[in-house]
């Protein structure tokens, strides 16, 4: 009996996540495989990109154990509040734009979260079937580092999920990692949108000159052996840091910045849909360019040629 109202309730939170997904177009969850390459920095940026360009956009902090969504748009001061006492009312960080994070429920923000998987999937699952949206364009899921708990309830939750982004950095070690998001996604037949290089060579504030700190290219290789989209490369750069580190929106910030144009290009090519598959294909996981026809003709390793043959 116990274990009957249980799955009772896991439907009708599934029905209450269905009803909520529907009023939301793409759904993108941000995910690396090693920490502090800048994913919550991508989610932030490209999530301002997008309300700047007209988009309704929410962002949803899955990070339970270290959520910086909240200070990097300047709104960590906020409370999660309730119109009814059931659902979350989102955060707005300016019009168009809204937030979710656990960070807003934690009264001492110094204090650790201390929580197993099930608890983690638990407040995930009621971030999506409670959080008062209304309509979107856009909901970017900002993920933690690697492929666990957190990325299998986003995909499990979200069957229609639009896809991944996939934020890397050059060197090798992170490069690795990489590749476990992108077959991660391949293995739970999620989309893949595209794989950034973030901190992809240091802009030297005083010379301008380019230092490639962690190397340069590793993304873009790593994309091109794995028949993966490459969004592009975004530098290094100190202004960009202590933008994020102060909660001021980078995107909308004067003079013009390499890495402020890279994130722009990257939100263009996705709100235009080039960068964007929103199809579920997974029997095709080429490359965005390549045609499932033009599978005979090719001579790559791409899973989909090989289940051509
Ligand atoms: N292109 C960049 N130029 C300068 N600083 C950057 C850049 N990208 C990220 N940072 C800085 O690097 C730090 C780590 O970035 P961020 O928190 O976005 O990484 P993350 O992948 O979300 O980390 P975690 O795995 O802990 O969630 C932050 O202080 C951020 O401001
Ligand atoms: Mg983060």
Same mark, same amino acid.
């Not at 997904?21 to 919550?40: L, W």
């Given at each position: ?173 992170? %490069? ?11 293995? +739970? ?41 490459? +969004? ?37 090519? %996705? ?39």
């Amino acid at each position: 009996m116990a274990e009957e109202n249980k799955m009772d309730e896991y439907e009708q939170m599934n029905a209450r996540i269905r009803e909520r997904m529907d009023r939301i177009g793409r759904k993108i969850m941000v995910m690396s495989g090693k920490g502090g390459v800048g994913k919550t920095t991508v989610t932030v940026n490209l999530a301002n990109e997008l309300a700047e360009m007209g988009c309704r956009v929410g962002v949803l902090d899955t990070d339970l154990h270290g959520p910086n969504v909240a200070k990097m748009f300047g709104v960590e001061g906020a409370s999660l509040d309730s119109k009814d006492g059931v659902s979350f009312l989102p955060v707005e960080v300016r019009p168009g734009l809204k937030v979710i994070s656990l960070s807003f429920a934690l009264e001492d923000p110094d204090a650790p979260v201390i929580w197993r998987g099930s608890m983690k999937m638990g407040a995930i699952r009621q971030f999506l079937a409670d959080t008062e949206w209304g309509d979107l364009d856009y909901l970017i899921i900002d993920t933690p580092p690697g492929t666990g708990d957190e990325q299998l309830t986003v995909c499990q939750s979200i069957p229609e999920l639009t896809g991944t982004i996939i934020v890397t950095t050059p060197q090798d070690v992170a %490069i690795l990692d990489a590749r476990r998001s992108v077959n991660f996604s391949r293995r +739970l037949g999620v989309a893949i949108i595209g794989v950034i290089e973030n901190m992809s060579g240091l802009v030297c504030p005083h010379c301008h000159e380019e230092i490639p700190i962690f190397g340069k290219g590793g993304g873009r290789r790593m994309c091109a052996d794995m028949h993966v989209p490459f +969004l592009g490369e975004v530098p290094m750069e100190m202004d960009l840091r202590i933008a994020e580190d102060s909660g001021k929106d980078w995107m909308s910030e004067g003079a013009s910045h390499p890495s402020r144009e890279a994130l722009m290009d990257i939100a263009r090519a %996705i709100n235009e849909g080039t960068a964007c598959s929103t199809s579920r294909d997974t029997s095709f996981l080429g490359t965005s360019s390549c045609k499932p026809s033009a599978c005979a003709s090719c001579t790559s390793n791409c899973p989909s040629r090989k289940k051509q043959q």
